[in-house]
């Protein structure tokens, strides 16, 4: 039995490896050119998922762009040229990293402006809450209205 089901899994592996890049034939590649494949398609968004890279994606786009990887790195362009013309044709939404300026300072930026406003809003909430207490309110002044209370009740 242990036999067959590694017969299988050995018959089925070059599936799921194709799979991966969506039926791109790689072979063509040396060793240093796909290791800069798999690194450039790592660091690409897939825009059809947003949330996945072109290399975890299965999205027809995400394999057209794993294709245009494929062809510029054949072509010996350099990581940051083929970064450059998928900016140009996709948009900084590309990159998981998008650069810093003046259209991305919001999301660079704001999860701390987010922050900062909690902050405020919880400073400005526990300073009204202090001033609300009464002036004067002491322990043993709670202990004796603890036992007036006690009295009164039957």
Aim: proline share 4%; charged share 25%; glycine share 4%.
């Amino acid at each position: 039995m242990r036999v067959w089901i590694a017969a299988l899994f050995w018959l089925c592996t070059p599936l799921f490896a194709q799979t991966q890049t969506g039926f791109l034939d790689l072979s063509d590649m040396s060793r240093a050119q796909l290791q800069r494949y798999q690194a450039l398609t790592m660091e690409l968004r897939c825009l059809v998922c947003q949330n996945q890279s072109i290399a975890d994606s299965n999205a027809e786009l995400a394999q057209d762009m794993r294709k245009l990887v494929h062809e510029q790195i054949m072509q010996g362009r350099s990581d940051a040229q083929i970064k450059d013309y998928l900016i140009a044709r996709y948009g900084d939404f590309v990159l998981y990293r998008p650069p810093v300026k003046a259209s991305t300072w919001l999301l660079w930026f704001g999860p701390f402006g987010l922050l900062l406003m909690g902050l405020a809003t919880v400073v400005v909430i526990s300073r009204r809450r202090a001033r609300a207490r009464p002036v004067g309110a002491r322990a043993d002044d709670a202990e004796r209205l603890k036992k007036l209370l006690d009295k009164e009740a039957p």
